[in-house]
């Protein structure tokens, strides 16, 4: 179930960065799975095609996790969502490392993911301290 999104959180700048977050690491799986779906030489499949749908269900989970935090009121609740958040920021940025090391032409968009993921820490942690 998703949560309801608060009426003000449209106009904050992490829930804007998550959003072009989850638009750019949808693109970048999509351009990825053209290459990553052959078999190998062996004939077993590419182990990164699994990691390409990680970083698309990770960043689609950090709309959520923001929505939960604004919407809590009591203070450890509401950290336990925003750890929550940075561990799924952690995580995809790491997937993005692995995916960077796969044979494919579309590894050369990852550091722009890498790039969006490491202002949207950013703009985190300021947002963790109006929470």
Not at 53 to 61: A, K, N, T
Not at 95 to 115: M, Q, T
Request: hydrophobic content about 35%; some cysteine; glycine content about 4%.
């Amino acid at each position: 179930m998703l949560p309801i999104i608060p009426s003000h959180l449209p106009n904050s700048p992490v829930y804007r960065k998550a959003i072009e977050i989850v638009t750019l690491s949808r693109n970048i799986s999509t351009y990825l799975n053209y290459d990553l779906v052959n078999l190998e030489a062996d004939g077993s499949e590419n182990p990164h095609i699994y990691v390409s749908g990680d970083i698309v269900q990770q960043s689609v989970s950090l709309v959520p996790q923001i929505a939960k935090a604004e919407q809590e009121h009591f203070a450890d609740r509401k950290y336990k969502h925003v750890a929550a958040l940075r561990q799924l920021t952690n995580r995809l940025y790491k997937n993005c490392l692995r995916l960077e090391r796969c044979n494919s032409n579309g590894k050369d968009y990852l550091p722009i993911l890498r790039y969006e993921l490491k202002t949207f820490k950013k703009l985190q942690r300021s947002w963790m301290l109006g929470l």
